[in-house]
DNA sequence: GTATTATCTTAACAACGTACAGATCAGATA
DNA sequence: TATCTGATCTGTACGTTGTTAAGATAATAC
């Protein structure tokens, strides 16, 4: 009745051939999935093995130990991270105060709508922080944000931060952060008149916010 | 040569009883230390049944697993952690705005000074939040905060929170645990300038982002 | 003095991360 | 085509972890 296709090196096959062909990929979606169910700290190496249908040892092929396969999931988190930073930039146009607001709200919005990716991205025990490529992935992130806040403050590529451009900077930060950390971690729960979860929390409460961020005083 | 005490109750015996006699409270001192040595992640319940020099079973007669245990120690965090905003409070008078802001000083200050406790406090995942009296000394500590946010608002203390009440809370909650977070997290470890340790930074940079605190607008 | 209860030990179990040796397969070389 | 080489995966094993069950010991109550 059906046709059957076999053996062609990509087609998917019933048996799985003893080279898994795609099992770096397929772990880090298992590590994903795992922490995004179970929370970061319910990551087992083994159990991404048995989700990629693979014995215990054969992550070892790929990474250097669990660690190191979250941090490839890190690598990812602060990819995407960074990448959403930067459409928060675009998205303010040339008003300075604009991208960074949009920026803060792309910073919230990336950690609602990314929780797992989010808190271990900020676990630095949690994985391998000499992972390759890791350092500079989230040096590029943390860059974005630092190019609005220097529009904000009219600084120019080549000038030198001053000590004031960083204290607005850690201020900026510290708030987008704060707010991402405390509403993942259930701590505005507690708070009356938030019904409608998390989303409706960002949405009602964040614009406010960032509209008391302090304004350039240069 | 000397003399010696014996058997007496509470004298220290060289050879610990069968018995241990003060087992709870050397737990969780044990277990305060291995956080602060290894991390929150690198606390395990034998280590500590080891320090306190006891089985590996012993522990379960007081704590009903090492999230018991874990949850001793936030209890006892969030105990000294209300009592230093309590003392933030006190220490800014009269004045609203001097008391939240020296209760944002407390609390980054209470974090720099107990950074492990304070990692733990907020990672809900690794202690049990239904230990007896964690969830009112969390709320106490809460609302200590809260008061000074009424305060601010010139709320008075049977009024209600009004939304707005509720942003400034969340915005002054925000921007002085995203502070605490990041700084512990060593992500402001990168900025140039900022030598010295992480005593240095608080000291050189935390007045002026609490300065940059929103007015209250009522 | 005896019984009860609290406290601790010993022993065991399953699950974990990881290391090692060997099996299997893909691709290059000849 | 045949063989070799390296990459990939399995099977097995070791030490560590949290937790439980059964028994030993000491403090306390009666």
Redesign the interface.
């Known amino acids: 009745m059906n046709s059957v296709k076999i053996g062609t090196k990509k087609s998917r096959q019933k048996k799985r051939a003893y080279h898994h062909g795609d099992l770096k990929d397929q772990l880090v979606a298992a590590a994903e999935a795992i922490i995004l169910e179970r ?4 990551f087992t190496l083994r159990e991404a093995a048995r989700r990629a249908g693979v014995s215990p040892a054969a992550p070892a092929h790929h990474f250097r130990d669990a660690k190191g396969l979250l941090g490839e999931v890190a690598l990812r988190g602060f990819k995407a991270f960074g990448d959403a930073l930067a459409a928060g930039d675009a998205k303010g146009g040339t008003d300075p105060q604009k991208r960074l607001a949009e920026q803060g709200y792309a910073y919230v919005d990336f950690a609602m709508r990314n929780p797992a990716r989010f808190q271990l991205m ?1 676990q ?3 994985y391998d922080v000499e992972y390759p490529g890791l350092e500079q992935m989230g ?1 590029r992130a ?1 860059g974005i944000l630092e190019g609005a806040v220097r529009a904000a403050l009219g600084l120019r590529a080549a000038e030198p ?1 001053t ?2 451009a ?6 900026v ?7 991402s ?2 509403t993942l ?4 729960d ?5 019904q409608g979860g998390r989303d409706a929390i960002v949405k ?2 964040l614009p ?2 960032l509209r ?1 961020l ?1 304004a350039p005083g240069r």
Chains 1, 2 share one sequence.
């Open positions: 929370g970061v700290d319910g900020f630095h025990g949690k040096a943390f931060m000590p004031d960083y204290g607005y900077l850690m201020a930060w510290s708030i987008v952060h704060g707010f950390h405390l971690g259930g701590e505005f507690k708070l009356p008149g938030l009602t409460f406010p916010t008391r302090p």
